[in-house]
């Protein structure tokens, strides 16, 4: 396998709402459809999903349509760094997980292997941070 796509829904602090490991072919669009679709129903105040450009036009009119969620895209900012202002929420998740040594290299062989590992350390995420109180 040459290598593997993370989809992920958070929440407004970056906590995983909902997780999808799939091979990297994948597209953005099918991979956003399946994350998506897993969630039905189980978050019913969930209003607005931000998503990266990398998503079609279809992708976005089908969540309006299937879901009556508002969805807005992070425009490529052009040459350089720049902090997308909503964007940056999945990214520190993303920086999260990478700081665990197993999710810092993909070692897994199983995919439902590589989702255990992101969810056993977003609970220890957690949890570290209920016992130190904030």
Do not use: C, N
């Not at 807005?72 to 720049?82: I, K, L, Q, V």
């Amino acid at each position: 396998m040459a290598g593997r796509k993370r989809f992920v829904l958070v929440d407004s602090l970056g906590l995983l709402l909902a997780l999808l490991v799939r091979p990297a072919d994948v597209q953005d669009r099918d991979g956003g459809r399946w994350l998506v679709e897993s969630v039905r129903g189980r978050f019913p105040r969930l209003r607005e999903v931000v998503a990266d450009s990398g998503f079609s036009r279809r992708f976005i009119d089908w969540v309006r349509d299937r879901f009556r969620w508002a969805v807005t895209t992070t425009a490529t900012a052009g040459p350089g760094f720049r902090v997308h202002p909503r964007r940056w929420v999945v990214e520190r998740t993303f920086a999260w997980l990478v700081r665990y040594r197993r999710l810092a290299v993909d070692y897994e062989y199983d995919i439902r292997t590589s989702e255990a590992m992101i969810r056993i350390a977003m609970i220890h995420l957690m949890t570290r941070r209920l016992a130190r109180g904030g």
